[in-house]
């Protein structure tokens, strides 16, 4: 055996001491931090808002607001009420209007050269840095609706930011903050609140503009003496389906505009208007990506990513989750992130060759929080939710989450079922300004039939949908997961901060299973109708544990601005099955006739393998210019891997794996609103989840991607477009064993070309859509038994998606909305060699809602034309459901 690059035990020692001094550390830099505030009143305004019910349009500008509403109030009546507030807009007017002659009168702009947000117990900070000796920024602040506009004179960034900085979900109460350029000589700070207006109060600095951001509905008021009462006219922006940052792809804070690499972000709304069940549904709205059918009929979140299996090894929260025999409940999902195109080079070997999926849960808050929500359908489908959360201090800096679900359901398959309970709570304190930890904990028990589909052949495609092939009674499976998560932050200075990680995840349950005992076509005997069956159990545990380490900052050297990250990252990974068989009779598939029951069930296999891993990674990414950026990175895993035949105590051995994953990407921006880019990655996967059928080790895989691509906002960045167009190449495939489909056997190569096109935002005040097209070319490229040129299975050539909905905005009918979905998937390849194909199809999905403040009605109806479709899971085909319908009650109190 090779040495030994991993301690296997040792490192898992490591998070309490590390994280106990870091917080004793940050506790004590915290106290040092603290420092009395000077009043500048002089360089601040801060309007003071009175919320006024009203339904018409405002300006975007805080000069011309207020002469739109002295306007107004020309035409108002002679009350005593109005001749107040006309009083007020005319000192309102007076102080602005001294306010901008004085920016005018200085000489230049004011050059902002960094952007800053930093959560606080009050809500947020917001910092715009400007060179020292610099004239300093006064900020213009008038609400609209539930932004409030914070414009900004003779100022302009010193660094290039396309068509703006936006951050979604910076803290609790507030939607997203946007800093955008208007010309040459202004800029626009726009904060959305997600209930109300927030509040801003100018903190003094001698240098920067700081701003102190509440989640409330009136701003800060510093001349108690002198408040200023503006009618805010104007609706509220609804959620948009276009997100413009995620973390997946670089693990920073980078903008999605500015990565060269095609990442799509599925929000909690699509996840909610769409009622999104089972996570990999949401394959429907990301180009190149197809749902693979869950273990038995797993709820699974499963997929095909740009033609190649992900085989269920999803990320959670930036983990590893090992969700093939466990299912990820859908409740305490905030939005999934889709990595397009290999991610070694941040996230290891291991997983990710075609790509990644990252489901973000949603985080505790501090504002109350109580939703209940209860779905029923078809199949006797009921299930209710609870989504709670809020502070449990009286200063907030310790808040909570909890959701938790409920499933019970038939299914539109002879005899199956299923029953879920979820229970996730989180937690999280803020030590500090600069401090904080987050701990999560979930907890999933399923139980379900456990029922593999139909056989790849067209007799089986030729049986009724519902169809079962097994024995009611017989067939079942129940697993309980458990996963325990923590998340400590601390910022050592504006610039640079820390971030230590652990997770741990394990998973264990058993299976019954009634299913075909032949694997060669055409699966029947020689009458055509009898199918020949065994009978299987199994127990089946997996555990999973990392500890991940990071350090990023920002610097400059000369004129390129740095934004960088290391991490270290340790890993321990294991999997365990016991195999027993027995017989039971045949059925004939026309006309079965159940209740048959199992012999003696007899050990038939068992195995344990897993794995040891250490990463080291580093990345940086250089603003060149405003229009030209570089994103780099390398990372090195140490990879110890074992196998043991736990029943023959045969073909035991244990190997160890080095390589390195880099990647190379550049962005040229020639717009605020284009960005241009090409990458190059190389990506690195030990082979240690599978085996051959008699036991030997695989090569590891090794990918190699070229990529070029678009992306382009529209609409002032309520909506988005990314194109690419990608080669990828992979190296010693895993593919089913066509003789055995518990097993898998190593191919020469395989590759992928595609193009893909993704589609999201707000069209009109209302109007939102998401759309797709891919076109994907995945074959067999090298191979000495498999035919060159076969396409890869599961994986349609064509596929396009489209989902929209049209909210009312005002009259009697206001929070009356309509959904419309449709789905292309063209045919596809069962299995390698290509021996028989599952027909294209069309779907269409729609859905009526009904929104108030406190309340949702909805209705959503699933496969509307009753189209009958599969899905593939290796070896198996699986019907999928036909017309269902789900009504949806969600309270919120």
């Not at 979604?168 to 507030?174: C, D, E, L, S």
């Not at 309520?718 to 898998?744: I, R």
Request: proline share 4%; charged share 25%.
């Amino acid at each position: 055996m090779k040495q030994n690059y991993c301690c296997r035990l040792t490192w898992l020692k490591m998070p309490l001491l590390s994280i106990f001094l870091i917080l004793f550390f940050s506790l004590e830099t915290e106290a040092k931090e603290k420092s009395s505030s000077v009043n500048q009143s002089n360089q601040q305004l801060v309007i003071s808002l009175k919320e006024i019910n009203s339904r018409q349009t405002v300006s975007t500008s805080a000069i011309d607001l207020l002469a739109q509403q002295r306007s107004r109030g020309a035409a108002l009546k002679d009350t005593a009420s109005h001749r107040e507030l006309q009083v007020q807009r005319r000192e309102g007017e007076t102080l602005l209007q001294g306010q901008k002659d004085s920016i005018l009168v200085a000489q230049g702009v004011t050059r902002v050269t960094g952007v800053e947000l930093n959560q606080t117990n009050k809500g947020l900070e917001i910092i715009l840095k400007t060179v020292a000796g610099s004239q300093r920024l006064v900020p213009l602040i008038l609400p609209e609706g539930k932004n409030l506009v914070i414009d900004i004179l003779d100022a302009n960034f010193a660094f290039g930011i396309r068509n703006g900085v936006t951050k979604t979900n910076p803290v609790a109460g507030i939607k997203t903050v946007k800093l955008a350029k208007v010309d040459d000589r202004s800029i626009r700070l726009t904060i959305t609140g997600e209930k109300q207006t927030p509040s801003a109060e100018v903190v003094p600095s001698q240098q920067n503009l700081v701003l102190s951001i509440t989640p409330e509905k009136t701003t800060a008021q510093t001349q108690p003496d002198e408040e200023i009462e503006i009618i805010a006219t104007g609706e509220a922006e609804e959620d948009s389906y276009n997100v413009l940052d995620a973390t997946t792809a670089t693990k920073t804070d980078i903008p999605i505009q500015d990565t060269p690499t095609s990442i799509q972000v599925i929000p909690k709304e699509v996840i909610e208007d769409r009622r999104v069940l089972r996570l990999n549904e949401l394959a429907d709205n990301v180009s190149g990506v197809t749902p693979q059918s869950g273990y038995g009929g797993l709820a699974s979140q499963g997929y095909y990513l740009r033609g190649f299996a992900l085989d269920f090894e999803s990320y959670r929260n930036g983990f590893k989750d090992f969700g093939f025999i466990s299912p990820r409940d859908v409740a305490n999902v905030e939005r999934v992130e889709f990595l397009k195109g290999p991610a070694s080079v941040l996230y290891g070997g291991g997983f990710g060759f075609s790509g990644l999926v990252n489901t973000v849960t949603k985080k505790p808050v501090t504002e109350p929080l109580y939703n209940l929500d209860f779905t029923i359908g078809n199949n006797n489908f009921y299930r209710p939710t609870l989504d709670f959360g809020g502070a449990l201090t009286e200063d907030k800096s310790l808040a909570y989450r909890l959701n938790v679900a409920y499933e019970n359901a038939d299914s539109f398959r002879d005899f199956n079922e299923n029953e879920s309970i979820f229970v996730a709570p989180a937690l999280t304190w803020q030590i500090g300004d600069r401090t904080k930890i987050t701990a999560e904990f979930e907890y999933q028990n399923y139980n379900y039939v456990f029922d593999r589909g139909l056989l790849p052949s067209q007799t089986f495609l030729d049986l009724p949908i519902s169809r079962f092939l097994g024995e009611p009674g017989v067939n079942d499976a129940e697993f309980d997961s458990f996963s325990g998560t923590y998340d400590f932050e601390h910022k050592f200075s504006d610039n640079w901060k820390f971030r230590q990680g652990f997770n741990a995840v394990s998973i264990s349950g058993d299976e019954v299973s009634v299913v075909t005992s032949n694997f060669d076509p055409p699966f029947v005997e020689e009458d055509g109708r009898t199918l020949s069956r065994g009978a299987s159990r199994s127990d089946e545990s997996s555990e999973n544990y990392a500890l991940q380490n990071e350090v990023s900052g920002k610097f400059k050297t000369g004129e390129i601005d740095h934004n960088v990250l290391f991490g270290v990252e340790l890993a321990k990974y294991r999997f365990a099955y016991d195999f027993f068989d027995a017989s039971i009779d045949s059925i004939d598939i026309f006309d079965p006739v159940y209740g048959a029951e199992p012999g003696a069930f007899v050990a038939s296999s068992a195995e344990e393998y897993g794995s040891d891993n250490i990463g080291v990674y580093l990345q940086d990414f250089a603003e060149i210019s405003s229009q030209f950026k570089v994103l780099a990175g390398v990372r090195l895993d140490w990879s110890d891997s074992f196998y043991k035949d736990t029943l023959t105590d045969s073909f035991n051995f244990e190997q160890s794996d080095f390589a390195a994953s880099p990647r190379l990407g550049v962005v040229y921006q020639p717009t605020d609103s284009t960005s241009l880019y090409a990458s190059w990655t190389n990506s690195f996967n030990p082979e240690i989840f599978s085996r051959s059928a008699t036991g030997e080790a695989f090569e590891p895989t090794k990918g190699r991607q070229f990529e070029i691509g678009v992306k382009q906002e529209f609409l002032d960045g309520k909506a988005s477009g990314t194109l690419a167009l990608y080669d990828l190449t992979k190296k010693n495939v895993l593919t089913p064993d066509p003789e055995d489909p518990d097993f898998s056997i190593q191919t020469g190569e395989q590759k992928s070309r595609g193009v893909e096109l993704d589609l999201a935002g707000e069209i009109l005040p209302g109007w939102k859509v998401i759309a797709t097209y891919a076109y994907t070319d995945a074959f067999v490229s090298e191979d000495e038994d498999l035919p060159e040129g076969d396409r890869l299975q599961g994986i349609a050539e064509n596929s396009a998606s489209f989902w929209t909905t049209y909210e009312l905005q005002a009259g009697n009918l206001e929070g009356l909305g309509f959904g419309l979905g449709l789905y292309f998937v063209g045919d596809r390849e069962i299995q390698i060699p290509n021996t028989i194909q599952l027909d294209s199809y069309v779907r269409a999905d729609a859905a009526i809602f009904y929104r108030r403040d406190k309340y949702e009605l909805a209705l959503n109806f699933k496969n509307i034309t009753d189209t009958e479709y599969y899905g593939t899971q290796g070896f198996f085909i699986t019907p999928e459901a036909p017309f269902t319908v789900l009504g949806n009650v969600s309270v919120k109190f």
